[in-house]
């Protein structure tokens, strides 16, 4: 009797198998084990929507409004003074240029915008 030859997972399966939600622990081990180290966002993985493809390199996909948003929720607790148009406001220019705008090498985060 021959031994069966185990069929490779899909892509689907490894992230559905265990119905991990994007940014947890769990998920985070599938992601390394299919893909290697991707970059990611330090502080903002609750804003993790899944993965991303394109010219045949993965990254991971995040919730743009979802960040800014709390970016300014983080800018409004540092300086009370501020409205929350104002923080909003601050964590827009903030995000664009330092978030959004930063270029770390193929595996650059990607954002999502649903509007």
């Known amino acids: 009797m021959s031994a ?16 991990e939600t994007p940014g947890t622990n769990a ?16 502080g903002y993985d ?4 899944g993965l991303t493809t394109q010219f045949n ?10 960040v800014i948003h709390k970016l300014a929720a983080d800018f409004r607790k540092a300086d009370k003074k501020l ?17 959004e705008g930063a270029w770390m090498g193929k595996e650059t985060p990607s954002f999502f915008t649903k509007s």
């Open 4 to 19: 069966r030859k185990k069929k490779p997972k899909t892509l689907c399966e490894v992230f559905t198998e265990d119905a």
């Open 27 to 42: 998920w985070f081990e599938n992601v390394r084990e299919t893909y290697g180290n991707l970059l990611r966002c330090d």
């Open 46 to 49: 609750d804003c993790i929507i």
């Open 83 to 99: 409205s929350k148009s104002q923080a909003y406001d601050d964590a827009l220019d903030y995000f664009s240029f330092n978030i």
């Open 57 to 66: 390199t993965t990254t991971i996909l995040y919730d743009r409004d979802k």
